[in-house]
């Protein structure tokens, strides 16, 4: 019975959901523009920093070009 319950939920939500996907976006020149810049202008760098009880940490920084 939770099965059941479950999969009716879950195509409820899927059929209430699918008209948002299903718009086409507008033809207007600001569409295209970001304010953050493109996945490949950016990356990682993970350092080792220890602390002075000894432990080590690693620190992530995203680094945009």
């Not at 059941?4 to 939920?9: E, K, N």
């Not at 959901?17 to 990356?43: G, K, L, M, T």
């Amino acid at each position: 019975m939770k099965k059941v319950l479950f999969a009716t939920a879950a195509a409820t939500m899927f059929v209430a959901v699918s008209p948002a996907f299903a718009a086409a976006p507008a033809d207007d020149a600001e569409w295209d523009r970001r304010a953050y810049p493109s996945a490949s202008e950016c990356h990682f760098l993970k350092e080792r920093v220890i602390l002075p009880n000894g432990h080590l940490v690693f620190q992530t920084q995203q680094v945009c070009n």
